[in-house]
């Protein structure tokens, strides 16, 4: 089993930054590739970012490449996702995701069937 807890969301101003972090507990954090998926009301959920075991590939959609950026410190047991300029349109809630799949050193996962544990999510709300 693993625990994922999400932390970082709030309210800011369209063009401000955020920054989640995902703590994991439980199966050896090192082992998973991670993702961050978000959720807006009357929305499936979407694939944001994602992230290799070792941190040395990693995936974003094209809605915020270039703005977002997920990282890791399995030292940690944590990934994060780093929020910048960001717009009314990133409202959602974001959750995080540990996939068991291993693929390869640089596999990341993108897509929810590929994910095994999720995080209750975080708020992330923006306003113009």
């Known amino acids: 089993q693993v625990q994922l807890v999400e932390s970082g969301g709030g309210l800011v101003q369209a063009g401000g930054s955020l920054r989640l972090s995902c703590a994991a507990s439980g199966r050896p954090f090192s082992s998973h590739a991670m993702g961050w998926f978000r959720q807006a009301p009357g929305k499936e959920r979407e694939f944001v970012s994602g992230?290799?075991?070792?941190?040395?590939?990693?995936e974003y959609a094209d809605s915020v490449k270039g703005r977002f950026t997920i990282s890791r410190d399995n030292a940690k047991n944590t990934v994060y996702l780093q929020m910048n300029s960001l717009k009314p349109e990133d409202t959602a809630v974001y959750f995080c995701a540990a996939s068991l799949r291993y693929n390869g050193s640089r596999y990341v996962a993108t897509q929810t069937d590929e994910f095994h544990y999720w995080g209750q999510g975080t708020q992330v709300t923006v306003s113009s």
């Open positions: 992230i290799s075991w070792n941190g040395g590939a990693t």
